[in-house]
């Protein structure tokens, strides 16, 4: 089965700073990848995703870039604020067979005004 | 709750209990997914169901039960056979369509007293 790795599992940032989150997966059949941001106590919200199909997508102050020969896609978010201060998480989605969502075990993000 | 409810918010269990967890949805998604959060471990899926009457055991599915009689329900029962259930229970939603993001309910949360 799929396996995703995600580094790094803290990240502190002043605020203002860029922060990147990498993530690894195995199976070379996934083609979905989404990202997903969990504050404390509450549930994973998708904060941006991309597909097999483009290498990168941009919304606003968050990216994300994906690499399909490396199997490897990070998040990039820039201008960091206070309240991008969360558990991020990535995840990777096989196109074969049953599809299921395959997580990484989340980095949590401390933005420090 | 965007479609997908989870109850009870809270849940205590004695040791040597059987207890269900609820997650309804009224987004008409065929997909449903029982997912575990510990603390650093990730998002780690238990069971899931693409469609009525049918589910796949996850990564973690020993000591816990799942049913999908109707579309709209798909509860998550742990026995007294998963040593270890106090946890973050995350259920989920998707589209049957594979690249799809997935919604989640608000959570419960376990706790063996």
């Known amino acids: 089965g799929e396996n995703v790795e995600q580094h790094p599992s803290t990240l502190s940032v002043q605020e203002g700073d860029s922060a990147v989150i990498k993530c690894t997966y195995s199976?070379?059949?996934?083609?979905?990848f989404p990202w997903y941001k969990q504050e404390l106590g509450k549930r994973p919200q998708l904060i941006i995703d991309?597909?097999?199909?483009?290498g990168e997508k941009k919304d606003q102050r968050i990216a994300v870039t994906l690499n399909k020969t490396a199997k490897h896609f990070s998040l990039h978010i820039t201008e960091t604020q206070p309240e991008d201060s969360a558990v991020y998480f990535c995840?990777?989605?096989?196109?074969?067979?049953?599809?299921?969502?395959?997580f990484g075990k989340g980095t949590m993000l401390l933005v420090s005004p | 709750d965007g479609g997908i409810t989870q109850s009870p918010k809270y849940l205590f269990r004695k040791e040597g209990q059987n207890v269900t967890l609820s997650c309804e949805q009224n987004?008409?998604?065929?997909?449903m997914y029982w997912y575990r959060q510990d603390p650093g471990q990730g998002l780690r899926l238990i069971y899931y169901?693409?469609?009525?009457?049918?589910?796949q055991k996850g990564d973690i599915a020993e000591g816990y039960s799942v049913s999908r009689e109707k579309k709209e329900s798909f509860p998550l029962t742990v026995t007294s056979a998963q040593k270890n259930p106090t946890a973050f229970y995350l259920c989920?939603?998707?589209?049957?369509?594979?690249?799809?993001?997935?919604?989640f309910g608000q959570g419960t949360r376990l706790t063996v007293v």
């Open positions: 989920a939603i998707r589209s049957r369509a594979r690249e799809t993001e997935a919604f």
């Open positions: 169901s693409q469609i009525v009457n049918d589910f």
């Open positions: 987004l008409n998604h065929d997909a």
């Open positions: 991309i597909r097999s199909n483009v």
């Open positions: 199976d070379s059949a996934s083609n979905y």
């Open positions: 995840a990777a989605s096989s196109n074969s067979g049953y599809s299921t969502l395959t």
